[in-house]
T-cell receptor
Framework: KAGVTQTPRYLIKTRGQQVTLSCSPI?????VSWYQQTPGQGLQFLFE???????NKGNFPGRFSGRQFSNSRSEMNVSTLELGDSALYLC?????????????????FGPGTRLTVL | TQLLEQSPQFLSIQEGENLTVYCNSS?????LQWYRQEPGEGPVLLVT?????EVKKLKRLTFQFGDARKDSSLHITAAQPGDTGLYLC?????????FGKGTRLSVIA
């Protein structure tokens, strides 16, 4: 079974630009979550999508947005990039709570996209 | 929001040594997950503990969930260089998961 894939793996942008990151979940997983990882703050939750609907949102500004397509693939977008947005952006897929073998929201992570904002 | 404190933040040990890392909170968890993250990769789920007092073993790794379900520990016996990585705990059973900041382990050959 293929794992979670994320593209691109590395990205360099300048302040003020916008960026779109892509995530393909494990086949059969319909829930996709996005996280931002930095050395200072650790892993912070951005948002979660299930069946093309945003189900939860973390405490990030509106510059961070996302969407999910009918095939469960997801994208996240960051507009008006700031230096502080430099981070590893991780996507994770999971079976929704209460479904399948897992009812504990176990996350299967992709390798991440390393975003550097100059 | 549950706050998870992991300790120590950094740990550097020699191959063959034993170690324990901790994950603590003032809140009660319904369940807790441990992940390991290697450089350049995403975290990989190691185990989920659910019941207070539960102990789970994964080869040389032993995971324990506190009786009151407020804390957890990970013990590694005879550490090897392949154990090097960032160990993260996460409070689960809720949406979304809440992660601790991790313990960065370095095992030197």
């Amino acid at each position: 079974k293929a794992g979670v894939t994320q593209t691109p793996r590395y990205l360099i942008k300048t302040r003020g630009q916008q960026v779109t990151l892509s995530c393909s979940p494990i086949s059969g997983h319909r829930s996709v979550s996005w996280y931002q990882q930095t050395p200072g703050q650790g892993l912070q939750f951005l948002f979660e999508y299930f069946s093309e609907t945003q189900r939860n949102k973390g405490n990030f500004p509106g510059r961070f947005s996302g969407r999910q397509f009918s095939n469960s693939r997801s994208e996240m977008n960051v507009s008006t990039l700031e230096l502080g947005d430099s981070a590893l952006y991780l996507c994770a897929s999971s079976l929704p709570l209460g479904l399948g073998k897992s009812s504990y929201n176990e996350q299967f992570f992709g390798p991440g996209t390393r975003l550097t904002v100059l | 929001t549950q706050l998870l404190e992991q300790s120590p933040q950094f740990l550097s040990i020699q191959e063959g040594e034993n170690l324990t890392v901790y994950c603590n909170s003032s809140s009660v968890f319904s369940s807790l997950q441990w992940y390991r993250q290697e450089p350049g990769e995403g975290p990989v789920l190691l185990v989920t503990v659910v019941t207070g007092g539960e102990v789970k073993k994964l080869k040389r790794l032993t995971f324990q969930f506190g009786d009151a379900r407020k804390d957890s520990s990970l013990h590694i016996t005879a550490a090897q260089p392949g154990d090097t990585g960032l160990y993260l705990c996460a409070a689960s059973g809720n949406t979304p998961l809440v992660f601790g900041k991790g313990t960065r382990l370095s095992v030197i050959a």
